[in-house]
């Protein structure tokens, strides 16, 4: 039988989220059932409450940063028992036979299924996500979260920390490597320990004088104020590895000219509106990229899980009541969070 769950949801692009009663399908032979425990704040869920990328359906839950105890599985489920600590992120299912699929990158399928806003294989219902006090997912999107990680700090990682891990991996990140993380929020702070912890130099460029401090304490070995020209000017042409998580539209150009030869810049932020540059003088110059990347596939989404747990990699977060989404959601736009919201999700009433 479908069952009938607590959410939190937006009804349209400016109405405040609200309490309501969404339906979960019944738990098939490769489903495992999540009571939710905590949900991350990802600035994605505020874009697409919105709709600030027109493509929103309403009711809209959002959450795809989720970690919860199984409470029952399908027959045929072989990775999780009931009482499993375990994760989902922003994918629910893919199509399991395209060429990216069966290379276990699953975020570039064309038939992915998004946590929140998708199309439910089987019911044809829309996808909910993690606001909610439960959810069924397939196995195979269901990850475990390793012993020694503290759950509550281990649901950021299930979209912010996916989303830096794998194109620091992708690029080369390590020893050796001068590393810069543009934009000092919930993604960008995950980039600044994960490129730490992987042995890179690592450079921050923020807006916000008051994270200078805060940005070597997460590992950074210097922060630049990125609207003070001079600061900027004096690391030209010296990163091999720049990756851009601002939430809102800006010049590009001022880092590409920071990128040594060869070097490349990847966006993972994904603001509505589209970016300035790149010029293309600065890309052939220096024979430089400018890339893009979305999330991480699932056994990526694990490999990065283990890696947090044996390198003490998790984030900064500020617990939150469900209640109080939609004041998080506007703190966030003044960039004043340090540095991911969760939710608390016995909160949910
Ligand atoms: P966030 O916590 O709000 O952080 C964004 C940061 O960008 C802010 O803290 C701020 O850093 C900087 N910023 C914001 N507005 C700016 C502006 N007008 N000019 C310059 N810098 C600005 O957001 P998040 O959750 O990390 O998400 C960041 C972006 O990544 C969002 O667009 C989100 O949708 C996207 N995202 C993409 C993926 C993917 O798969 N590629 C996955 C998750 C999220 P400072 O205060 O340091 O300047
Ligand atoms: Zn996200
Ligand atoms: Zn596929």
Not at 75 to 85: A, E, F, I, Q
Not at 311 to 319: A, R
């Amino acid at each position: 039988m479908p069952s009938s769950v607590a959410a939190f949801a937006a009804a349209a692009a400016d109405t405040p989220l609200a309490p309501l009663a969404i339906e979960r399908r019944e738990v098939g032979p490769q489903d495992v059932a999540i009571d939710i425990l905590w949900c991350g704040v990802c600035h994605s869920d505020l874009h697409y409450a919105r709709n600030e990328w027109g493509r929103t359906v309403y009711p809209a839950v959002p959450g795809h940063e989720i970690v919860g105890r199984v409470r029952e599985v399908g027959s045929g489920v072989k990775r999780h028992k009931p009482g499993d600590l375990v994760g989902v992120g922003c994918m629910v299912d893919s199509c399991r036979t395209c060429e990216p699929c069966t290379e276990g990158e699953e975020q570039f399928c064309a038939h992915q299924i998004g946590t929140y806003g998708g199309v439910e294989k089987g019911t044809q219902r829309q996808t909910f996500g993690g606001y909610s006090r439960s959810v069924v997912v397939d196995e195979h999107f269901v990850l475990r979260i390793p012993a020694g990680l503290d759950p509550a700090k281990a649901a950021p990682l299930l979209c912010a920390g996916i989303t830096t891990y794998s194109p620091l991996r992708h690029w080369g990140v390590g020893p050796g490597k001068k590393v810069g993380v543009v934009g000092l929020g919930g993604l960008g702070h995950m980039g600044v320990k994960l490129a730490h912890a992987m042995g890179a130099e690592v450079v921050v460029f923020t807006t916000s004088p008051s994270k200078f401090e805060e940005a070597r304490k997460l590992g950074a070995d210097s922060a630049i104020l990125s609207t003070d020209p001079a600061q900027m000017k004096a690391h030209n042409n010296s990163f091999h590895f720049i990756l851009n998580t601002v939430s809102a539209a800006h010049n590009l150009d001022h880092y590409v000219r920071l990128l040594r030869r060869n070097g490349t810049m990847c966006l993972v932020g994904a603001p509505a509106e589209p970016h300035k540059g790149p010029g293309a003088w600065l890309l052939l110059g220096g024979r430089r990229s400018v890339a893009g990347s979305p999330i991480g596939g699932i056994r990526e989404t694990q490999e990065m899980l283990d890696f947090c747990a044996e390198h003490d990699v998790t984030p900064e977060t500020e617990v939150i009541a469900m209640g109080d989404i939609n004041a998080a959601y506007e703190r966030m736009l003044r960039n004043d969070v340090r540095y991911r919201f969760v939710i608390d999700m016995s909160t949910l009433g």
